[in-house]
């Protein structure tokens, strides 16, 4: 497996607080994605879930083309 797929598969299942908090915990950062293109939807989705409990899959496809 690629990295690119390793980073996607970590940004798809990250889905509310408890899936971030456990991210973080382990380390987990804007940093830790080697794919320029995926770190804006690292700090999106950590910032959503932050202020709105959630990231939805519309919004990951219309602000950053990204697909669970």
């Not at 804006?40 to 959503?48: H, L, M, R």
């Not at 879930?49 to 219309?62: A, F, Q, S, Y």
């Amino acid at each position: 497996m690629k990295p690119t797929e390793i980073e996607t598969r970590l940004l798809s299942s990250v889905r509310n607080i408890e899936d971030l908090l456990f991210c973080q915990h382990e380390g987990v950062s804007e940093e830790s994605f080697n794919d320029a293109d995926l770190k804006p939807v690292w700090t999106y989705v950590e910032q959503a879930i932050r202020e709105n409990g959630e990231v939805t899959d519309e919004d990951l496809k219309t602000l950053h083309d990204f697909e669970r």
